[in-house]
């Protein structure tokens, strides 16, 4: 800031203004205002004069000084951490962010610009840039070298630095809470979230005012499979600051995973009135609408969120991804240019690869649509670590391990309860469809993929031999009736939440749980078990034209998806030999053909009497959160079945990959079931 030094009588008035500010904005602005009739437009009456507009609930009064100082004092920090504040609690959340982050810029050392900017980068959605900033907040609100040092690297993303120095830290100050709460950062963004609560349980033992920490306790507990403990504590945010967009927007995310759509619908709405310049609030509202069913209304927010931000690839997918959605000329246009632009991020121009093949494919140019999935899995593809090797290690073991005599030996154990019905398989086999068959059934509720079974895998992997190459299935192998048995009632009670009907029944369709049919028989040996298959090269090139959010590393090369697809042939062979019956499998192509027949069948194998309603699964309102959310609200087509073959031309190196797998389909070659 540049500006004439002040006389003695002006410094002493400003200090008196702001003095008085605390106790009476009133007075206050008066005295701003007769300080600004002698010297006019001086910055720092006029920040004065702002906050005492501000203070007494005068937000647009502020705005009206504060835009036009922070513009006409460019360098000044203090100008624009003000307007980034006024900004937040006016409901401009995207101005807000800009202005914060041009405060942080010029003064990298202002511990409350960083708590506003995380503040509502998390209220915007934007979790990970959130947490660095509550890392940089951390960071410079502290004076302890040591403390300072852990704050560094935590900030910058060194992580085993950053453990190892707070580590040391807590041996001498085991209970300063500032570093404890850094330290569940670190567990948390190394994935050890079970590490994170624990930490951040204890930080708000030792001081449960300690706001900060509580929202990180409630995020970790929502990334660790924790929803219902998750919102308790959010409700305690929210009792102490009911307003905070922040807490309002996680209570939102966390109301979506437990299947309460309508009242996340209701906090994204609230929001959205008093923050309408937010794309990813608009986004995510779009989400939380098309999974309720209400697909209309989900392209609506998709279009307000593109309204503010042209390049937003994600919304992009997400309006292609409604599979039923055709883009127009105008939109194809829209698109390519912004795909042309030399500033576009990695991960809008990945999705926006994506939207583009699906626009293409919509108008049948099939070579142009192949190019851009192409792109956008290579985009996608040099982001992971995925190896193929890796997969068909793991399946081998599995083979090697869980044989007849295995199962034998732990014949009776596990829990009793045949509540769950498990939908295993490929992404985009079938498996929604099949779920909203059996959804449809008075007796059967629908939930969605759930992550239970996975977070059991996780605690196992904990408990097993970390030299071990497969920790998870030796700590299992290591368990006793009982502790099956504690293993199936935690999958029960930890799925509770998802529950909304008094349904006997329910439907986990998390497609990767193939690879833990073994721990699911052990733990639930009364479940039901459906394998949902589809043509390997229709499922695979679907795969490959999808971009999912997470979990399915294998997809974004035509290689490894048919390398993986030929592993899951093999593994599910095993199982059928060692566990006779145990599972059902459903082709997708003889569900199209003779639906009721396949109904029927599967219906009978989980020992359901047959309804009618399951024929006229389209009807069922249900919510549906996976990618054929709309496609399973109309009556089956036959049109999906032989659509890959437009393709065909350029899928030579899936077709090498699966080699007899796909020549034999649905037979399984000799030597993939052994």
Not at 18 to 23: A, I
Not at 122 to 129: F, I, K, V
Request: proline fraction near 5%; hydrophobic fraction near 40%.
């Amino acid at each position: 800031m540049s500006e004439a030094a002040p006389t003695g009588t002006l410094e002493q008035a400003l200090t008196h203004a702001e003095y008085l500010l605390g106790s009476d904005p009133v007075l206050a602005g008066e005295q701003a205002t007769e300080i600004l009739k002698v010297a006019a437009d001086h910055p720092a009456a006029l920040r004065l004069l702002a906050a005492a507009k501000a203070a007494l609930g005068d937000l647009p009064g502020a705005l009206d000084i504060l835009g036009p100082l922070a513009r006409a004092q460019p360098n000044w920090a203090a100008a624009h951490l003000d307007l980034g504040l006024i900004l937040g609690r006016s409901g401009r959340g995207q101005d807000a962010i800009a202005a914060l982050h041009r405060a942080v810029a010029l003064k990298p050392d202002l511990p409350q610009a960083w708590r506003a900017l995380a503040d509502q980068l998390l209220a915007a959605g934007e979790e990970g840039a959130a947490d660095a900033a509550y890392a940089n907040h951390v960071r410079h609100s502290t004076r302890d070298p040591g403390l300072l040092a852990a704050a560094a690297a935590l900030a910058e993303n060194r992580l085993p630095e950053a453990e190892a120095l707070l580590r040391e830290h807590l041996k001498r100050t085991p209970t300063d809470v500032a570093a404890i709460r850094m330290f569940a950062e670190v567990a948390a963004r190394l994935g050890r979230y079970e590490d994170a609560c624990r930490l951040l349980a204890r930080c708000l033992e030792l001081a449960p005012s300690f706001q900060a920490a509580r929202q990180n306790y409630a995020q970790a507990l929502h990334r660790n499979n924790q929803p219902e403990q998750a919102l308790a504590e959010i409700e305690r945010l929210l009792a102490a600051e009911p307003g905070h967009p922040g807490y309002r927007n996680l209570k939102a995310v966390v109301l979506c995973r437990t299947g309460d759509y309508e009242a996340a619908l209701r906090i994204y709405a609230g929001l959205l009135e008093q923050h309408p310049r937010n794309p990813k609030v608009w986004m995510s509202y779009g989400h939380a609408l098309k999974t309720a069913g209400h697909g209309d209304r989900a392209i609506d927010a998709y279009r307000r969120s593109l309204q503010d931000e042209p390049s937003f690839g994600e919304v992009w997918w997400s309006l292609a991804n409604l599979k039923t959605f055709r883009f127009g000329a105008d939109d194809l246009a829209v698109m390519r240019r912004q795909l042309a632009r030399d500033d576009l991020g990695e991960e809008d121009r990945l999705h926006l690869e994506f939207a583009i093949g699906k626009a293409l494919e919509d108008a049948d140019e099939f070579e142009s649509s192949f190019r851009h999935y192409a792109q956008g899995n290579a985009i996608r593809r040099a982001q992971l670590r995925y190896r193929a090797d890796d997969t068909s290690l793991r399946v081998r073991h599995i083979r090697a391990m869980y044989t007849r005599d295995f199962f034998a030996a732990r014949a009776g154990a596990g829990s009793p309860a045949r509540d769950p019905i498990f939908i295993v398989g490929l992404p985009r086999a079938g498996s929604t469809l099949i779920e909203q068959i059996l959804s449809s059934h008075s007796q059967v509720e629908g939930t969605m993929e759930l992550p239970e079974i996975i977070s059991i895998t996780r605690m196992l992997r904990e408990q097993g031999d970390p030299d071990s190459t497969m920790p998870y299935h030796e700590a299992l192998a290591a368990l006793d009736a009982d502790a099956l048995r504690g293993l199936g009632e935690h999958y029960l009670a930890h799925t509770r939440i998802l529950r909304k009907s008094a349904a006997p029944l329910f439907v986990d369709k998390m497609p990767n749980n193939f690879m833990h049919v073994g721990l699911i028989h052990l733990i639930l040996p009364n479940a039901k078990i459906i394998d949902a298959r589809r043509h390997p090269l229709a499922c695979c090139f679907s795969g490959f034209k999808q971009h999912f959010a997470r979990g399915q590393s294998f997809s974004y090369s035509l290689e490894d998806l048919g390398r993986y697809y030929r592993d899951y042939v093999a593994l599910m062979a095993h199982y059928d030999a060692v566990l006779p019956g145990r599972i059902h499998r459903v082709f997708y192509e003889r569900m199209v053909e003779d639906t009721e027949a396949e109904v029927r069948s599967l219906l009978d194998y989980c020992g359901l009497p047959f309804e009618a309603t399951c024929l006229r699964f389209f009807e069922n309102a249900r919510p549906v959160r996976t990618a054929s959310s709309e496609q399973v609200r109309k009556p089956i087509y036959r049109d999906g079945v032989d659509h890959w073959r437009h393709y065909a031309p350029w899928l030579a190196p899936l077709e090498t990959a699966l080699g007899q797998v796909a020549e034999r389909y649905p037979d399984v070659p000799e030597q993939e079931a052994m």
